[in-house]
Nanobody
């Protein structure tokens, strides 16, 4: 059973930065496809960024050029560096792990960007 714990969320002004972390335990982290998703109030959950086991990344259109996803396979940790934050980035951010057909989610961390 994989457990994911996110941290690093908070309140920040527009234009500011935050760095989210997601620590994984109980699974083969280095083999997993890891991702960040977010869900704003009243909206569907959407992809923010994905990083594959080989390090390849892809991003949602709304965050390209502003967010960077990275992973540390030694520390079993996933990161999301968020720069130039906008009020529309306000959401609960979730970490997801996928190994073969199994998916696991963290509990989420709130990010609020004030204008």
């Amino acid at each position: 059973q994989v457990q994911l714990v996110e941290s690093g969320g908070g309140l920040v002004q527009a234009g500011g930065s935050l760095r989210l972390s997601c620590v994984a335990s109980g699974g083969f982290f280095s083999m997993a496809t890891m991702g960040w998703y977010r869900q704003a109030a009243g909206k569907e959950r959407e992809l923010v960024a994905t990083i594959y086991s080989a390090g390849t990344t892809n991003y949602g259109d709304s965050v390209k050029g502003r967010f960077t996803v990275a992973r540390d396979n030694i520390k079993n940790t996933l990161f999301l560096q968020m720069n130039s934050l906008k009020p529309e980035d306000t959401a609960v951010y979730y970490c997801k792990s996928r190994i073969l057909t199994r998916e696991y989610w963290g509990q989420g961390t709130q990010v609020t960007v004030s204008s």
